[in-house]
């Protein structure tokens, strides 16, 4: 399985507001950096990165921009980043809460940390709980 760059998400990032696009930049290097084998696609309007099944995406709106895991709720966030999704009481569609700079992003090696885990559950094929299920 060789990792594949859609340039939808060339042209999602590029459509960006400016302060967006470095924070969606350094996402994807993060993810591509993690999962090699990841690949991009554009679902319900976000940049999407599955492997062996949804992993995470994001997504970039007027005043801020979000990023969040599909199978959040298993993940083991010991550094205590994550965050409900809005539609479960937090404050944005994704996991990381409003981003609104690179600095609002946990550091590189916490992202890669859960990215690696999220990897994990999808290569175990660990499916979501029927009840709560959310995209992301």
Request: charged content about 25%.
């Amino acid at each position: 399985m060789a990792g594949k760059k859609d340039e939808r998400i060339d042209a999602y990032i590029s459509n960006a507001q400016p302060f967006a696009q470095p924070v969606l930049k350094h996402l994807r290097k993060l993810i591509h950096k993690a999962i090699p084998d990841v690949e991009e696609n554009i679902k319900w309007g976000f940049a999407s990165f599955d492997y062996k099944g949804p992993l995470c995406s994001f997504a970039s709106f007027k005043a801020h921009c979000v990023f969040g895991f599909w199978k959040y709720q298993l993940l083991n966030d010991q550094y205590k980043v994550l965050q409900e999704r809005s539609n479960k009481g937090g404050d944005a569609m994704g996991n990381l809460g409003r981003i609104t700079s690179k600095a609002d992003l946990p550091a590189d090696e916490i992202i890669i940390d859960l990215l690696h885990q999220a990897k994990k559950l999808n290569d175990e094929g660990t499916k979501l709980p029927q009840i709560g299920r959310a995209h992301v």
